[in-house]
C-alpha cells in the first residue's frame, strides 16, 4: 500500500528557508504518475503550490511561491523535496504532499490525488 511521509514543517522568521520532504514508500517516485505539494492555512481551501510530473520532471509552480519555492527528487530515496526560501507569513500553512500513479497528467486541484500524507506544520512569523 503506497504511504506518503511529510517532514520538515518547522516556525521560522520572515525571510528564511525550509527544505520540506515527502517520502513514499511502496512506490517507485521514478514512475509514472504526478506528486504534488498542497497546503492549506487555517480557515482556507487546500491550495496548490507545485506538481510535479515524475516522468518528465515538468513543474508547476503556483504565483505565490513562484520564484522562492523548488521542487527536487531522489529517486533512490523515493523522496520529493520542497525547498521554500524568502519564507512570508502568508505561506503559514500545513504542507501536504499528494500522488496520483494515474498518467493523465498533473491536477492542481486536490480532488484527482488518491495518496495523501498526513501533513507537516509551517509556521513564518514577522
Known amino acids: 500500500q503506497v504511504q506518503l511521509a511529510e517532514s520538515g514543517g518547522d516556525s521560522v522568521q520572515a525571510g528564511g528557508s525550509l527544505r520540506l520532504s515527502c517520502a513514499a514508500s511502496?512506490?517507485?517516485?521514478?514512475?509514472?504518475?504526478?506528486m504534488a505539494w498542497f497546503r492549506q492555512a487555517p480557515g482556507k481551501e487546500r491550495e496548490v503550490v507545485s506538481t510535479?510530473?515524475?516522468?518528465?520532471?515538468?513543474?508547476y509552480y503556483a504565483d505565490s511561491v513562484k520564484g522562492r519555492f523548488a521542487v527536487s527528487r531522489d529517486n533512490v530515496k523515493n523522496t520529493l523535496y520542497l525547498q521554500m526560501n524568502s519564507l512570508k507569513p502568508e505561506d503559514t500553512a500545513t504542507y501536504y504532499c499528494?500522488?496520483?500513479?494515474?498518467?493523465?497528467?498533473?491536477?492542481?486541484?486536490?480532488?484527482?490525488?488518491?495518496?495523501w500524507g498526513q501533513g507537516t506544520q509551517v509556521t513564518v512569523s514577522s
Open positions: 499528494a500522488l496520483d500513479p494515474t498518467v493523465g497528467g498533473c491536477s492542481r486541484v486536490p480532488g484527482p490525488y488518491p495518496y
Open positions: 511502496s512506490y517507485n517516485t521514478g514512475n509514472q504518475g504526478c
Open positions: 510535479f510530473w515524475l516522468s518528465t520532471s515538468w513543474t
